[in-house]
């Protein structure tokens, strides 16, 4: 087994985003152990940095921010991340298969989190009824932290959003810590006809 890691344009994406956030933003930066800030800043775009890195900082802003303004720090991630050249490959080949739709875009996440993580469990995306199920399964009990889910939920409501729908998602992660599984239930309303698609 291997050290769980982040790919390094996660994290300075997350770290901009951070900074962007404003004041407890950078609250939460300053307040991060300068060894994980400098193991996230030293890393390339392609290369892997230690997940207690950008666990531990997002940790900190979801405890000085709350989950409300955390959810939307990892959506406006989510929402430009699609625009570095690192992902543009995987957003232009979901469009291509799928289509410019929500549910389009939220199936491409399986594969995304199969480039950016290592150790992190599998993410799986399965059609649910008027909507889409994302499930995180076999995730090690060292990344069982409670902003993960967190994360993913978020990355749930942007997709869809950039899909063009009004994101309506719940999450489960009851048990999450003591069984490394959770799920996000995505479902949305056309922005322009305010009708429940898939």
């Given at each position: ?177 003591r069984t490394g599984a959770c799920a996000i239930a995505g479902r949305w309303l056309l922005a322009e ?6």
């Amino acid at each position: 087994m291997g050290v769980p890691s982040f790919r390094g344009i996660v994290c300075h994406g997350g770290l901009a985003t951070m900074r962007a956030a404003g004041p407890l933003g950078l609250r939460a930066i300053a307040e991060l152990d300068p060894s994980h800030l400098d193991r996230i800043e030293r890393t390339s775009k392609l290369g892997w940095v230690p997940a207690e890195c950008l666990h531990a900082l997002n940790l900190k802003y979801f405890a000085l921010a709350g989950e409300q303004d955390y959810l939307a720090l990892w959506r406006d991630y989510t929402a430009g991340s699609h625009q570095e050249s690192f992902f543009q490959g995987l957003y232009a080949s979901a469009l291509r298969i799928f289509g410019r739709t929500p549910v389009g875009l939220v199936r491409w996440m399986g594969r995304a989190w199969e480039v950016t993580t290592r150790e992190h469990g599998q993410v799986v995306v399965e059609d649910d009824g008027d909507g889409v199920r994302v499930r995180l399964l076999g995730c090690p009990p060292a990344v069982r932290v409670p902003t993960l889910p967190l994360t993913m939920q978020a990355t749930v409501q942007a997709l869809i959003a950039l899909g063009g729908g009004v994101p309506q998602v719940e999450l489960d992660a009851d048990g999450f810590e003591r069984t490394g599984a959770c799920a996000i239930a995505g479902r949305w309303l056309l922005a322009e006809h305010g009708a429940t698609v898939r």
